[in-house]
């Protein structure tokens, strides 16, 4: 597991770059290349000599005789069972590009699956900002309670003195001690939560996660509307593969030629005349050239313009689907930037109100009761401030991932 052990502080960024790193399906990049290599070397093997040795052994109902007879020559017939056992040795001169073009589909394929496996990885980001993203709020809402625990102890400290002296209900304490009860409840859901938060993340990340981490945003750039995502490369590559295939057709059809030589040791040899076991060899040039792909290739370059266009079609429907995303988180933007203006104002005065509440409670001109309900539209405030905070930031975040930066 890649660990980065003690971090005070974590950024998304490192989280980003730490999951891309753990992840075990990264470990197949090293497959392909792998692939790759075996693919083109074996394409090129084309190139060495081939060499291939036959042997058999016949009989013939009949043979070639000499149809005349010359007193001073007598010809031996032929033996019915002949044999032959011979090697041929065949070295590649030109093939039309048909190696090179095999290699070139080796390649494509493989940068296929390199950008299919950039397109996997690049989704653990939302995941990865899912966990980091529930994790601040946890901390956020530590940090709220917090803040109503200090305000509730006073307004507890205050009861409890007017309880002593007289001027305060008993009932009115109690309320008080409940609420602050209730807040450790809520501490110790939010302490669960975070410890679960932080340890899938830390499995996810393979870094190093405990209580004392602090997980910060860095100073983003400005957000960018041209899309870069690595689905873009992927319809590329495939566009590429289908390129490296029509390479192939052209090749299949142009001639080919080698350099040959055959050798062999059998009864005829090359003269057939003469019926012992001879050795004999032939070498030469040759061509060979299938007329038949001249036409079957037609058919083939169709499918294959239509395989470009359905690449093409993926593509353009990707980007039409990826614009609408960001258009609708354009708009949630401008909604939470709104909600964040009003939250303000709406915590400003149920602060005003909370504060003048205390100051009743603490003269004994309003209950318990009636303190509470206004601490609780207060935090109620400050809870949807730092839920529309966090939205915000986590929209921004996912504005980046859907356009690729």
């Given amino acids: 597991m890649n660990v980065l052990l003690a971090l005070a502080t974590v950024t998304l960024l490192q989280c980003h770059e730490a999951a891309l790193k753990n992840y075990p399906l990264v470990k197949q990049a090293g497959l392909i290349e792998k692939t790759e290599e075996y693919s083109v070397d074996n394409a090129y093997r084309g190139y060495y000599p081939q060499v291939t040795v036959t042997a058999q052994a016949t009989y013939q109902s009949a043979v070639t005789e000499v149809p005349i007879k010359i007193p001073q020559f007598q010809f ?5 069972d002949q044999y032959r056992a011979q090697v041929e040795i065949t070295q590649t001169i030109w093939d039309g590009n048909a190696m090179g073009s095999q290699s070139d589909q080796a390649r494509a394929q493989a940068q296929i699956a390199r950008k299919q496996l950039d397109v996997e990885l690049y989704r653990l980001k939302e995941r990865v900002n899912q966990l980091f993203f529930g994790i601040q709020m946890v901390d956020e809402q530590y940090e709220q309670i917090r803040l109503l625990r200090a305000d509730l102890q006073a307004a507890l400290t205050s009861v409890s003195a007017a309880v002593s002296a007289g001027a305060a209900q008993k009932r009115d304490q109690y309320l008080l001690e409940a609420e602050l009860l209730n807040l450790d409840q809520r501490e110790t859901k939010l302490r669960a ?9 830390a499995r996810l990340t393979g870094i190093d996660l405990d209580t004392s981490t602090t997980y910060m945003l860095e100073g983003g750039s400005a957000l960018q509307d041209n899309i870069e995502r690595p689905e873009l490369r992927l319809f590329a590559a495939q566009a590429g593969f289908v390129d490296a295939r029509t390479d192939a057709i052209t090749a299949r059809y142009l001639p080919k030629f ?10 005829p040899g090359l003269d057939m005349l003469l019926n012992e076991f001879q050795p004999y060899y032939i070498t030469g040039v040759r061509m060979v050239w299938s007329l038949t792909d001249l036409w079957a290739s037609s058919n083939e370059r169709d499918l294959l313009d239509v395989n470009h266009a359905e690449i093409g079609v993926q593509r353009e429907t990707f980007l039409f689907n990826t614009g609408l995303t960001m258009t609708q988180q354009k708009a949630d933007l401008a909604v939470y930037d709104e909600l964040l203006s009003t939250d303000a104002q709406i915590i400003d005065k149920r602060s005003v109100v909370s504060a003048i509440a205390r ?27 730092t839920l529309h905070a966090i939205q915000r930031q986590m929209t921004i975040e996912a504005y980046r991932i859907t356009t690729g930066h």
């Fill in 359 to 385: 100051e009743q409670l603490a003269n004994g001109t309003i209950t318990a009761h009636d303190y509470l309900r206004d601490m609780n539209a207060l935090d109620i405030a400050r809870r949807e401030r």
């Fill in 258 to 267: 080698s350099a040959f030589f055959n050798g062999g040791y059998g009864r």
């Fill in 193 to 201: 939560a975070a410890v679960s938060y932080a340890a899938v993340l």
């Fill in 76 to 80: 031996e017939a032929l033996s019915l």
